[in-house]
């Protein structure tokens, strides 16, 4: 099977279960104290429900669908809006397949991989657009 399909399928698995959002943003927001005051203001329940979207958009794009709504996150997450910088998506990324880690009792080291693999394009083009 293609590694964007192993990752949609352990994405599915993971979105079965709310906590996942849940654990992803405690674990992001403990890896830094500058990522946590990020999100002092934010409502965290609504930005849950939008990072299950901006997952969904990073895969997609790796399956080679338009990236109109990617473009929309390198816009708001740019120097110009949230100023985010390029260095804090590794922490991002680590928080990310923690969680994936804990969540999908599919979990194996090559389907660890198999993440970092599909999300990195899309990760490098919101970077990359800083
Ligand atoms: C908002 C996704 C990385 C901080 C958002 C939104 C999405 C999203 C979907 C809501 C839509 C929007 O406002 O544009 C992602 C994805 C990331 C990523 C897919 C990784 C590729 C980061 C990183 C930070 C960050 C590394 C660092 C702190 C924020 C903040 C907001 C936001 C502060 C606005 C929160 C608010 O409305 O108060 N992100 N994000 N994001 N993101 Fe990200």
């Known amino acids: 099977m293609k590694k964007t399909d192993l990752v ?7 979105c079965r279960n ?4 849940i654990d992803f943003y405690d674990y992001f927001m403990s890896s830094s104290e500058v990522i ?5 203001d934010t409502d965290m329940a609504a930005q849950r429900h939008l990072l ?30 949230y100023d985010i910088k390029p260095e ?15 969540h999908d009792p599919d979990h194996t080291q090559a389907l660890e991989s198999a993440w970092v693999e599909v999300l990195t394009p899309g990760i490098q083009l919101i970077k990359g657009a800083y």
């Open 8 to 14: 949609f399928q352990s994405y599915g698995r993971c």
């Open 18 to 21: 709310d906590a996942f959002f």
């Open 36 to 40: 946590k005051n990020r999100f002092i």
């Open 52 to 81: 299950r979207n901006g997952i969904m958009q990073l895969i997609l794009h790796a399956r080679g669908m338009s990236d109109r709504k990617l473009r929309a996150l390198c816009e708001s997450h740019n120097r110009n809006h």
């Open 88 to 102: 804090w998506y590794e922490l991002w990324l680590s928080s990310l397949l923690k969680t994936v880690r804990k």
